[in-house]
Structures are given as C-alpha cells and as structure tokens.
C-alpha cells in the first residue's frame, strides 16, 4: 500500500460554534438487554463532516450505540435523529447510513468490482451508473489493477479497501466503521488510518468509528467519545484527552501516565492562575493549574513520562518536583526508552526519554540511581 502523508491539519471545531446544528443526536438514549444496561441516559451531538471515534473497553456499549444509529437494535429509551429527522421505525437499509463490519464481510465468489457493485444493483441503479461509481471507488482507494481480482487473491490490507469503496459506493451519508483496521499488521494499519482521514476530507462525509485502539482514536479522530459502563466519560479533541483528562478514568486509560493520590496542602496564585501543591504521601509535588479542590481535599496528580526528566544528579533548580529512585526496568522502543524507576518510598515511576542520537549503549541503565524531575505545568490535578 502506497504511503500517504495525511491530509493538513485541517480547522475544523463546529462543536464551539453555538449556532451550530448537531447532523447526529442522541437525546437521552439507553438501551437494556434484560437487566443489563448498555448504553445509559446518553446524550451526545455529533456534526456534519466530523471524524468522530468511540472508544472504550470491551463492554463499553459503543458497539451498541453504533447499531442503534444503524438501526440495528432500537432504543430502550430517548431518541437518535439525523438531521433533525427521528430515526425511529426507519429499518437499516432506508437510513442514509453505511455500515463496514471488522470481518469485511467479501463476499468470495465475487470479483472486487462485482463486490463493490453489489449494494448499487441491489438498489436498481443503472447499468451505466453503476459502472460508473464502481470505476470511481476503485480509484479512490487505489485498486483498479486489481478489479478482476476475488478476495483470497487480495491482501489483508486490499480487502479492508475493498470494503471501504464497497460502503462508500452508495453514497451514505454517515459511514460508520466497526473495529475496521483491527486484523491489519501495525504498520499497514498505520498507513490506512491516513488513508481513511484522506478519503474523509476528500468526500466530505461524517465518519464514526468504534475502536478500543487509542493510538488509533488519536490519530484520526476530531473528537473523541470515551465510554465506561455504558456512559460517556469525556468528550474532547485528541489533544485535550490526553493532555486535560477530566478524570483518573481517562487519564489512566488514554496512554502512559504516572497517577499519586495525596491530599492539598495549599493553593496560591501561579502563572497559569494557582500554584497547588498537593501532598503525595510525604511528597510535595506542586502544580500550575486552576482546580475547584479545596485544602484538605483528596486529589490525584497525573504526569505523562514523556514530561518528566530523568537525570544521575539532582537538578539544581528543583526545589520541588523532583524524585530520587533506582532504575528497575527499561524499555527500548527505538525512538525513544521508557525507564521504569522504584522510588525511595517503594512506588513505581515512569519517565520516557526521545532517543535523539544513535548511541547502542545509553547513560542511564539498570540500578543507576537517579532523580526525576518536571516543571510545575507539566502535570495535572484530578479531582475525580
């Protein structure tokens, strides 16, 4: 598969806009299996021409938020309107929607061109229409040389396209995309990830996608939809998931972080509005950000171990943040290490640092004694 570089970040937020009108609602939605509750009281707009992922673990519900928007299940409760049209009693295949399934669901005895033509034949469309459409989805996704090809002949990565152009050649107005790059190696699903932000921007369409992926989530998303038990835990742009995480839910989830639970012990003004300093079991770390705890409160301090500093002797202008351990494990990723490090109080700690030169052996190995340090705006406070 040809390697592509993405689209330009594009300026796409419509979701600030206040006069914006959602082109996806779901208003108080729940959905009950017996007494197993799915999807709880959600609520959550969703606007035309977002790439908008739902994530979570397995058991989450947005699999099942998926198929209601489908048609595939119905709600228990609430409503879920397109365009400001209630969908409900519209059964799957009169909703301007399109489904492509993880399994791709080829159907084998069928060349790629009959596959993607078969949806528009089932629709009656012209002879010449369908011709047409079909040619144009073989070269969105670069697979006219491959046209009279069958799916076992294909490669995983050609037959994930083939159910791409499949779904998109009827035109929906919403493609929703179920797990769909999960049987690709990481390499080639990196590549499509670029390729499916490619082909959104360019036709325009609303895309949701389901996936338990985060890197997957981040990388191609405008917003992001983290589940738990059938709710809604944040709703934010990639970024402020993972850099402003509203809980230890989402912080813990979203990525590598280092989370210590304390008490405050005081808060004053500081550059980014207060100075908290938070009392991590004897340990003060202090934090540059405006939060609603109060002293005496019982917090938790998140960093990311890509802020956090790793050096064999203290730095000479921390007075605070800064943490004395032993290097207990190390990971090699290539462009850059992880460095697990046992602190004197027995905690775990993670610091990751970018592998900028070509050195084989590094400063910094097994059972050095080190220190761990980061600037006051580096971490956050959560209160929940």
């Not at 594009?10 to 208003?27: G, H, L, N």
């Not at 035309?48 to 998926?66: A, D, I, N, Q, V």
């Not at 405006?290 to 890509?306: K, Q």
Request: hydrophobic share 40%.
């Amino acid at each position: 598969m040809a390697k592509s570089l993405g689209p330009v970040k594009r300026k796409f937020s419509p979701w600030m806009d206040p006069d914006a009108v959602p082109f996806i609602r779901f208003e108080n939605v729940t959905k009950r299996f017996g007494d197993f509750v799915a999807v709880d009281n959600l609520t959550l707009n969703i606007y035309e021409r977002e790439f908008f992922s739902l994530l979570g673990p397995s058991g989450c519900g947005k699999t099942t938020l998926m198929r209601m928007l489908a048609g595939f299940e119905q709600p228990t409760s609430g409503r879920i309107l397109l365009q400001g049209k209630d969908l409900a009693g519209t059964p799957p295949y009169k909703r301007p929607t399109n489904m492509m399934f993880q399994s791709y669901a080829l159907f084998p005895h069928m060349t790629v061109e009959k596959n993607i033509a078969f949806g528009l034949e089932q629709d009656n469309l012209p002879k010449g229409e369908i011709e047409a459409r079909v040619q144009e989805m073989l070269k969105l996704v670069k697979l006219e040389s491959f046209a009279k090809r069958k799916p076992n002949q294909l490669s995983g990565g050609q037959r994930q396209r083939v159910a791409l152009a499949r779904s998109l050649a009827k035109r929906p107005k919403v493609l929703l995309l179920d797990e769909p790059l999960g049987a690709l190696d990481r390499k080639l699903r990196e590549e499509t990830q670029f390729e499916l932000m490619d082909i959104q921007t360019k036709l325009g369409l609303t895309f949701l996608i389901v996936t338990h992926d985060q890197e997957e989530a981040m990388t191609v998303s405008d917003r992001i939809a983290v589940m738990d038990k059938g709710i809604l835990v944040q709703v934010a742009t990639p970024a402020e998931i993972y850099e402003a995480p509203n809980s230890r839910y989402v912080a813990d989830f979203i990525g590598d972080i280092n989370i210590l639970e304390g008490k405050v012990a005081s808060k004053e003004a500081g550059i980014n509005g207060e100075l908290v300093k938070v009392d991590c079991e004897g340990v003060t770390i202090a934090v540059d950000q405006s939060c609603d705890a109060t002293v005496g409160d019982s917090v938790a301090f998140a960093i990311r171990p890509e802020k956090v500093r790793i050096t064999t002797s203290k730095p000479e202008e921390a007075t605070t943040n800064a943490l004395h351990g032993e290097v207990w494990d190390i990971g090699y990723l290539g462009d850059f290490s992880i460095f697990i490090v046992k602190l004197d109080d027995g905690r775990m700690f993670r610091a990751a640092q970018a592998n900028v030169s070509r050195l084989v052996d590094r400063p910094i190995t097994f059972g050095d004694i080190v220190w761990l340090s980061w600037p006051a705006d580096a971490g956050l406070v959560l209160t929940r």
